[in-house]
């Protein structure tokens, strides 16, 4: 693995970080202050977080990025979409099947789709 490979999936998993703190204070906010139910406020949550990752992928970690494309755009948000469709299917899983609460779940759908968001974002935003 080149050096700039490896600062590259720093730069990601920094940038991750952030969006997964976006990720739960939307989800947490909405369920708790707003009531709304966890699966919704989930949906909604991962949404504003893949806008968010999106444009600090754009600016910060795919640094040999191209301008960006409308197409690039739409495969980013189409991947950001089954990531969503991945993460409720965890949600629903964790929570109603396994009984976790819904914040453990939600670490638990975010370690499963990492990995499929970076494999499929770095291709999409790199062209």
């Keep these: 693995m080149t050096r700039e490979r490896m600062l590259e999936i720093i730069r990601f998993c920094f940038v991750g970080g952030l969006s997964l703190m976006v990720d739960f204070a939307v989800l947490y906010s909405l369920t708790e202050f707003a009531g709304m139910y966890y699966l919704y406020s989930s949906a909604i949550s991962f949404g ?10 754009v600016k910060y970690v795919f640094k040999g990025a191209k301008k960006q494309t409308p197409r ?6 189409a991947m950001g979409v089954i990531g969503l469709g991945l993460n409720q299917l965890c949600m629903w899983f964790f929570v109603a099947v396994a009984g ?28």
């Design 100 to 127: 976790f609460h819904y914040l453990i779940a939600k670490l638990g759908a975010t370690v499963i789709v990492t990995a499929w968001n970076y494999v499929t974002k770095r291709k999409a935003v790199k062209g």
């Design 72 to 77: 690039q755009a739409i495969i980013f948000f």
């Design 48 to 57: 504003v977080s893949v806008v968010f990752n999106y444009w600090l992928c």
